[in-house]
T-cell receptor
Framework: QKEVEQDPGPLSVPEGAIVSLNCTYS??????FMWYRQYSRKGPELLMY????GNKEDGRFTAQVDKSSKYISLFIRDSQPSDSATYLC????????????FGQGTRLTINP | DGGITQSPKYLFRKEGQNVTLSCEQN?????MYWYRQDPGQGLRLIYY???????QKGDIAEGYSVSREKKESFPLTVTSAQKNPTAFYLC?????????????FGDGTRLSIL
């Protein structure tokens, strides 16, 4: 079993829809949770970074962490075609030189 | 502009050849990392370094080597011992001291076999 599971999709939704992306994990030692967006042939770009449980909002993006269920989510409101990309969840256990563990990534397409 | 520069963008390797991928950062970050990305498998850690002249193996270090002679630079050599080198290679960096800061990535090098 992988430490971090993420549905690879692809996921296709109409413009303006609310998108929900999710990851589950098995190791309760994970404390730091990240969402990255990756456009084709580019490096991942950090979208959201959270510590422990709760919600964090940044513009149209909301990251949610539920440590009791070992489940994290990224919500995108009023989705735009420019949001079409692969979304990667990542998490780490320790401070210092963090060893990130990534999900497979979910490929998202927003249709105009 | 501060950032991470990876070069070349595309690289081709012949059988039995070693190739070196460049990664330079001007963010004054302490730690640097190399990941490999294959379709459907996410990113896997090859090597990482917290400080100059020191580095540690990640999860898939076999067939790879690194050096960290300068804070700004962390080149990755894909040796002939790596039998399946075709992949997208990503370099990242982060601050280490005081808190767990997220990693920031370059735009990758795509390596293919001739």
């Amino acid at each position: 079993q992988k430490e971090v599971e993420q549905d690879p999709g692809p996921l296709s939704v109409p413009e303006g829809a609310i998108v929900s992306l999710n990851c589950t994990y098995s190791n309760s030692a994970f404390q730091y949770f990240m969402w990255y967006r990756q456009y084709s042939r580019k490096g991942p770009e950090l979208l959201m970074y959270t510590y422990s449980s709760g919600n964090k909002e940044d513009g149209r993006f909301t990251a949610q962490v539920d440590k009791s269920s070992k489940y994290i989510s990224l919500f995108i409101r009023d989705s735009q075609p420019s949001d079409s990309a692969t979304y990667l969840c990542a998490m780490s256990k320790i401070q210092g030189a963090q060893k990130l563990v990534f999900g497979q990534g979910t490929r998202l397409t927003i249709n105009p | 502009d501060g950032g991470i520069t990876q070069s070349p963008k595309y690289l081709f390797r012949k059988e039995g050849q070693n190739v070196t991928l460049s990664c330079e950062q001007n963010l004054n970050h302490d730690a640097m990392y190399w990941y490999r990305q294959d379709p459907g498998q996410g990113l896997r850690l090859i090597y990482y370094s917290q400080i100059v002249n020191d580095f540690q193996k990640g999860d898939i270090a076999e067939g790879y080597s690194v050096s960290r002679e300068k804070k700004e630079s962390f080149p990755l050599t894909v040796t002939s011992a790596q039998k399946n080198p075709t992949a997208f290679y990503l370099c990242a960096s982060s601050i280490v001291q005081n808190s767990n800061q997220p990693q920031h990535f370059g735009d990758g090098t795509r390596l293919s076999i001739l």
